[in-house]
């Protein structure tokens, strides 16, 4: 089955930093990859979505990178702000009826004021 | 905010009890989830449904079973409640059957079984 590793486990940055959290998967038929942000005390919320066919993706100050070649995925994080700390899960999936998210293992990210 | 309930939010309970986790949304999402939350944050899928009068197992093996009479609602019970059961257990659904459509969580239910 798939499995998808997450990295680094705990990240701080000072805010108005980047923040990057990287996932490799392994099956090269998985082709959708979610981005989830956990906030303390409630579950995670999707935040941004990447499919296979799209290198890139943006929506303000996130944005996430695919390289499927490498079979690799990135969560970059920009002018971090305080209310960006929470644990942040990437997945992968292949498109199938019966296929589900296979999540990583997560990063939680503090960014000090 | 996703419409998707889970009741009760604490339980802290006895070795041997039998519990039933409660989780409702009103999205009229066809498909539901269960996944285990350990402390170290992995979320681990335990049981899914795809509709009404299925349920499946997830990735990761558990003495807890699951219903789906209705929709909108996807219960999970311990038959005899353990301290290895003590976690946190979040509900999801997701609106197609298939694997791509984003999932809504719940607010989770934290166990801790004595």
């Known amino acids: 089955g798939e499995n998808v590793e997450q990295h680094p486990s705990t990240l701080s940055v000072q805010e108005g930093d980047s923040a990057v959290i990287k996932c490799t998967y392994s099956d090269s038929a998985s082709n959708y990859f979610p981005w989830y942000k956990q906030e303390l005390g409630k579950g995670p919320q999707l935040i941004i979505d990447?499919?296979?066919?799209?290198g890139e993706k943006k929506d303000q100050r996130i944005a996430v990178t695919l390289n499927k070649t490498a079979k690799h995925f990135s969560l970059h994080i920009t002018e971090t702000q305080p209310e960006d700390s929470a644990v942040y899960f990437c997945?992968?999936?292949?498109?199938?009826?019966?296929?589900?998210?296979?999540f990583g293992k997560g990063t939680m990210l503090l960014v000090s004021p | 905010e996703a419409d998707i309930y889970q009741t009760p939010r604490y339980l802290v309970i006895g070795t041997g009890k039998k519990i039933t986790l409660e989780c409702s949304q009103t999205m009229g999402h066809d498909k539901m989830y269960w996944y285990q939350q350990d402390p170290g944050m992995e979320l681990h899928l335990i049981h899914y449904s795809y509709g009404v009068n299925s349920t499946e197992k997830g990735d990761l093996s558990s003495e807890s079973t699951v219903s789906r009479i209705r929709t909108e609602h996807f219960p999970l019970t311990l038959e005899s409640a353990r301290p290895s059961h003590t976690s946190q257990y979040l509900c999801?659904?997701?609106?197609?059957?298939?694997?791509?459509?984003?999932?809504?969580f719940g607010p989770g239910t934290r166990l801790l079984v004595l």
């Open positions: 999801a659904s997701s609106l197609g059957t298939g694997p791509q459509e984003t999932q809504y």
């Open positions: 997945a992968a999936s292949k498109n199938s009826g019966y296929s589900t998210l296979t």
């Open positions: 990447i499919r296979s066919n799209v």
